[in-house]
C-alpha cells in the first residue's frame, strides 16, 4: 500500500541548532516528492519539490532536502533554525503509475526555543 | 485570482445532518483533492479527482460524496454526520501531477 511515514512526530530545538526531518515513502513508479509546512492557523504552504534531476533540493527559507532512492527517503534538513520555524512539517509522495494521488505524512510538530 | 476557495470555514452539525462543503478553484486545474486533517493524524485523502466527470476514492472515503461536474467546482458531501468527521477539512488542486499543491483556507467542521 502507498505510504509516507515520518518518524519524529514532534522535535524541540533551540535556536541555531541543525534540524533533520525523517521521510520514508512506500509508492510505486517514479516519484514526485515533497515538503509542506503548515504555521499554526494556517494552510500548507510549499518548502520544496523533487521531481527529478539534481536529488539535493533547496527550497525556501534556507531548507534542503535530499533524495536517496535506494532508502526511500526524502529527509528535510536546516543548517540552523529560527524560532520562526516553529510550524508542523508534512512530506508528501505522488507518482503518476498512481493516478497522481498525493498521500501525506502524520506531520513533525517542530518547536524552537528562543 | 482567488485560488482555492472553501465554503464555509466553520460549521456545526448535529449527528445525522447532512451537509455540502463547498471547493471552487479559478486556475483552470485539472486535479482536485479533499483532505482531511486531525491532529497527530497528518492529511489523509479522501477523495480525489483527476478531471470534470471523474473521481477515485483516497484513503478515508467512507461516509463521503464528492461529484465534479465543472473543472472549477469539488463539492464534497457528508449525508450521515458522525462524530468520528468532526475534523478541518482541506481541498487542493493541481494543474498536473507533477506540482505542488494549491490549497484552501479550510473548514472547520464539529459534529455534535
Known amino acids: 500500500a502507498q505510504s509516507v511515514s515520518q518518524h519524529n512526530h514532534h522535535v524541540i530545538l533551540s535556536e541555531a541548532a541543525s534540524l533533520e526531518l525523517g521521510c520514508n515513502y512506500s509508492?510505486?513508479?517514479?516519484?514526485?516528492l515533497f515538503w509542506y509546512v503548515q504555521y499554526p492557523g494556517q494552510h500548507l504552504q510549499l518548502l520544496l519539490k523533487?521531481?527529478?534531476?539534481?536529488?539535493l533540493v533547496k527550497g525556501i527559507k534556507g531548507f534542503e532536502a535530499e533524495f536517496i532512492k535506494s532508502k526511500f527517503s526524502f529527509n528535510l534538513r536546516k543548517p540552523s533554525v529560527q524560532w520562526s520555524d516553529t510550524a508542523e512539517y508534512f512530506c508528501?509522495?505522488?507518482?503518476?503509475?498512481?493516478?497522481?494521488?498525493?498521500?501525506f505524512g502524520a506531520g513533525t510538530r517542530l518547536f524552537v526555543k528562543a | 485570482n482567488a485560488g482555492v476557495t472553501q465554503t464555509p470555514k466553520f460549521r456545526i452539525l448535529k449527528i445525522g445532518q447532512s451537509m455540502t462543503l463547498q471547493c471552487t478553484q479559478d486556475?483552470?486545474?485539472?486535479?482536485m483533492y479533499w483532505y482531511r486533517q486531525d491532529p497527530g493524524m497528518g492529511l489523509k485523502l479522501i477523495y480525489y479527482?483527476?478531471?470534470?466527470?471523474?473521481?477515485d476514492k483516497g484513503e478515508v472515503p467512507n461516509g463521503y460524496n464528492v461529484s465534479r461536474s465543472t473543472t472549477e467546482d469539488f463539492p464534497l458531501r457528508l449525508e450521515l454526520a458522525a462524530p468520528s468527521q468532526t475534523s478541518v477539512y482541506f481541498c487542493?488542486?493541481?494543474?498536473?501531477?507533477?506540482?505542488?499543491?494549491?490549497f484552501g483556507d479550510g473548514t472547520r467542521l464539529s459534529i455534535l
Open positions: 508528501a509522495v505522488n507518482s503518476n503509475t498512481g493516478g497522481f494521488k498525493t498521500i
Open positions: 509508492y510505486g513508479g517514479t516519484v514526485n
Open positions: 523533487y521531481f527529478s534531476g539534481d536529488p
Open positions: 486556475m483552470n486545474h485539472n486535479y
Open positions: 479527482s483527476v478531471g470534470a466527470g471523474i473521481t
Open positions: 487542493a488542486s493541481i494543474p498536473d501531477g507533477a506540482q505542488p499543491q494549491h
